[in-house]
């Protein structure tokens, strides 16, 4: 049944290739397109990181970071 | 994941930095293993954020279809360590913008972290060609275009 709505679709499209490859293992003669998701304002962010970072004090660390929910 | 990984790692001069919303119990568990706990976040603080991270990590353990926080990783100019898992697979390319590790080995994560901590040169190459992801204005086009066809 969603294999046939999809075969119906004008056009596919997955947000990698990744998920793009596990669509066509279950439809292999689907045609799918991708095209990642945008986010808001990627330059700003970098313009803004980078004048941040050069405010850091040089004290040597190596700071790893994660940005994440954990929860059960 | 990050809590086998990371007690093994030779850190010197290194911090892990955990930030967004957590279950108590993991905050305790941060503590425990000397890992800083920031809490949740908002948005606008992204930035701020970011400028204080030298790398990322993501050990993620499903596939991810996609992932924002790789984005916003990388419009913060920082490269990451993920899972060669999903699409993290797809976007991380190994020893340019990050270092790509099986998602569930401890030793290779070691590995990786403690590489990145030692090769400083590494660090920089990877930071430099961390490339900025694609905008909402951007992927409107690519939409915009397959609309036109």
């Given amino acids: 049944m969603l294999g046939g709505s999809l075969r119906n679709a004008a056009a596919l499209v997955a947000p990698s290739a990744s998920t793009a490859r596990l669509m066509r293992e279950v439809y292999p003669d689907l045609d799918i397109k991708v095209i990642g998701h945008g986010i808001r304002g990627p330059e700003l962010i970098r313009q803004a990181a980078d004048k941040l970072r050069s405010k850091r004090p040089g004290d040597g660390k190596i700071r790893f970071g994660m940005i994440v929910t954990f929860c059960r | ?149």
């Fill in chain 2, 1 to 149: 994941m990050i809590f086998k990984v990371w007690p093994l790692v030779a850190k010197g001069a290194a911090e892990l930095h955990i930030y967004g919303a957590s279950d108590i119990q993991y905050i305790q568990r941060c503590k425990d293993l000397g890992i800083f706990y920031h809490g949740p976040y908002g948005e606008a603080d992204l930035p701020q954020i970011l400028s204080q991270i030298d790398v990322g990590v993501m050990p993620a353990q499903v596939q991810e279809t996609f992932s924002y926080t790789l984005s916003e990783f990388f419009a913060g100019g920082v490269p990451v360590i993920g899972s060669d898992y999903g699409a993290l697979g797809d976007r991380i390319e190994s020893g340019v913008n990050g270092l790509k590790v099986p998602h569930d080995d401890i030793q290779a994560w070691v590995q990786a972290i403690n590489l990145t901590i030692s090769d400083a040169s590494l660090r920089d190459r990877m930071k430099q060609n961390v490339r900025l992801p694609d905008s909402i204005e951007q992927m409107g086009a690519h939409y915009a275009e397959l609309y036109a066809k």
